[in-house]
């Protein structure tokens, strides 16, 4: 069992930055490629970004590339997810996500609670 624990959402307006983090507690962080996925009011979860077990490879959803930044800290056994160039139609909740393969862009092994995101115009 993973267990993942999501912060740093919150209210911000278009232009402007938010950074997610989710902590990943256990001797199991390194085993799993991390991500993370949103899912906005009516609409289905969709994928944002992953990053591969080793931290060298990295993947993103066409909307959201060039604009996040997905990271990973060992030392902290944490995921960050560096959202620059907020739209609105980037409010969503956004969920944490641990699997065993790279890149998982429709499913997970492990979800995090998830953490609101709101972009006003």
């Known amino acids: 069992q993973v267990e993942l624990v999501e912060s740093g959402g919150g209210l911000v307006q278009a232009g402007g930055s938010l950074r997610l983090s989710c902590a990943a507690p256990?001797?199991?962080?390194?085993?799993?490629?991390m991500g993370w996925f949103r899912q906005a009011p009516g609409k289905e979860r969709e994928f944002v970004a992953a990053?591969?077990?080793?931290?060298?490879?990295?993947y993103y959803a066409d909307s959201v590339k060039g604009r996040f930044t997905i990271s990973r800290d060992y030392a902290k056994n944490s995921v960050s997810l560096q959202m620059n160039s907020l739209k609105p139609e980037d409010t969503a909740v956004y969920y944490c996500?641990?699997?065993?393969?790279?890149?998982?862009?429709?499913?997970?092994?492990?979800w995090g609670q998830g953490t609101q995101v709101t972009v006003s115009s």
């Open positions: 990053i591969s077990r080793s931290g060298g490879s990295t």
């Open positions: 256990g001797r199991t962080f390194s085993s799993y490629a």
């Open positions: 996500a641990a699997d065993r393969g790279f890149p998982a862009t429709t499913r997970a092994d492990y």
